[in-house]
């Protein structure tokens, strides 16, 4: 990838004594002729003949595109982003916005007002500016992916920011052309960078601000007609937010293991309300497309039986997130052709083999963990790592334990057939789900006489309390 010009130096001869920009060795008298040549960019001398308003900036010159683009790297330094905060800069990128008809020159001064966003002062100055702020957001509907990038990286850092947060959620929950331009985005796109930055600010925006989740899942049936954008999207169709995440999942699940995360969560964010659930069950094809592409990564992409057990320590947020969704779905979904066991006995197979995967990683975290001294009853030394991995198992047995209710004898046959279901894995399930799944336990282990009495026989002589009720 090529890097950015090296940012000036003050320290150059030519430059004064006291010229550099605060703290830095910055030339304040290069930054001034750099924005004021961006000034007259955006407002040549309607004098000269050679402009039109319609041709006007469609490309930039190499020196002025270097130029600017030191002032780009610069700004990540505080005392340059206050120093360019003080010249009225974000008041010149509106400017370029406005009036420039150069993809690259825009994508340049969203991308600094990204750096100058991540000091909080300066950051609290944008967000409260509205009229800046209804034009980032109209850069959401521009057809250029690298502006799209640097805009989503801006709301990203802002929605970052406590202060300023509710702010930009007010204004976007007010801004229903964001939706569109959003979905449009997850549904078209083939830019995995793009796609995943995206996500991650709808994933910010749906954690921060249940309403604005809710009224996003309701688009789909109750269309909102938000203010036209010059350049955005013609014809935009009646988009559904899941359709859209799921294009967008598919698109980055290869490429981008963060992004698959990232919408794996955002769905699971969906499955926190009713209407959410609803609208994953209740589209066109039942949930079916939603189902098929959880099972597929469960059961054919991650945590696999030739990955090492610590697999699941890398993967178990996204594993956490899939697992939630699927709970929800079968759940809700029992009449569904897609939910019926005969049909999903390799994913009781992969829940069983992502709780053997744990019980290695507990093990392994647990001799991590000791120390000389004895540790204090009733209490674990559990690090961040661990907490997810309970979060992960517990969603697991829930999900498990609701599946091995469903078993009838012909599916169980057809498990250990198979090699889903064997002492091993059935062990490793009974251990986990007990005490607090019994009567799940209790309900499988009925089946498993009927279809391997020597099997139950076993497995009750492990688990005494299973033959105390039997």
């Not at 469609?58 to 002025?64: G, I, S």
């Not at 052709?337 to 197979?349: A, C, D, S, V």
């Amino acid at each position: 990838m090529d890097r950015n010009p090296s940012p000036p130096s003050s320290e150059a001869e030519e430059e004064e004594e006291g010229d550099a920009v605060r703290n830095t060795v910055y030339s304040k008298h290069w930054l001034f002729s750099v924005l004021t040549r961006l000034i007259e960019i955006i407002s040549p001398d309607e004098t000269e003949p050679a402009v039109s308003p319609e041709g006007i900036q469609a490309e930039l010159d190499e020196e002025m595109e270097n130029d600017i683009c030191k002032v780009w790297d610069m700004s990540m330094d505080e005392d340059v982003a206050l120093f360019l905060q003080e010249f009225n800069a974000p008041d010149i990128f509106m400017g370029v916005f406005a009036k420039s008809k150069c993809p690259r020159l825009t994508e340049i001064c969203v991308g600094i007002l990204g750096n100058m966003a991540c000091f909080q002062d300066i950051c609290m100055s944008i967000s409260k500016d509205e009229n800046l702020g209804q034009v980032l957001l109209q850069r959401l509907c521009d057809s250029d992916s690298p502006t799209l990038l640097e805009t989503s990286r801006l709301l990203l850092t802002c929605l970052s920011q406590p202060e300023v947060a509710n702010v930009w959620v007010e204004r976007i929950r007010e801004n229903p052309s964001v939706y569109d331009c959003v979905c449009f985005i997850m549904s078209s796109s083939t830019n995995v960078e793009l796609l995943v930055k995206v996500g991650e600010v709808v994933d910010k925006l749906f954690d921060l601000d249940e309403e604005l989740m809710l009224n996003w899942i309701k688009n789909g049936t109750c269309r909102s007609v938000g203010p036209s954008v010059d350049d955005s999207p013609e014809e935009l169709p009646d988009f559904k937010i899941v359709p859209c995440i799921l294009e967008a999942a598919k698109q980055v699940r290869s490429d981008n293991p963060e992004g698959l995360d990232v919408y794996m969560h955002i769905l699971q964010l969906l499955t926190t309300v009713d209407e959410g659930i609803q609208a994953i069950v209740q589209a066109p094809d039942g949930g079916k497309e939603t189902w098929s592409l959880l099972y597929d990564l469960v059961c054919h992409e991650l945590c696999q039986s030739d990955d090492p057990p610590i697999i699941v320590q890398e993967q178990k947020t996204v594993l956490a997130s899939i697992l939630s969704v699927l709970s929800a779905m079968f759940a809700s979904q029992t009449e569904q052709e897609y939910t019926k066991m005969r049909k999903n006995m390799p994913l009781i197979g992969s829940l069983i083999r992502i709780l053997q995967y744990m019980e290695g990683c507990g093990k392994r975290s647990v001799d991590d963990s000791k120390e000389p001294e004895q540790q204090e009853p009733g209490r674990s030394n559990l690090n961040e790592e661990d907490f997810h991995l309970k979060i992960l198992k517990d969603i697991c047995c829930e999900l498990l334990s609701n599946m091995l209710q469903e078993l009838t004898k012909e599916n169980t046959l057809e498990g250990l057939h198979q090699g889903h279901l064997n002492e091993q894995t059935c062990s490793c399930a009974f251990q986990n789900l007990l005490p607090l799944y019994f009567a799940s336990v209790e309900s499988f282990l009925e089946v498993l006489r009927e279809a391997d009495q020597t099997l139950a026989d076993n497995l009750e002589k492990r688990f005494p309390s299973l033959k105390v009720h039997a």
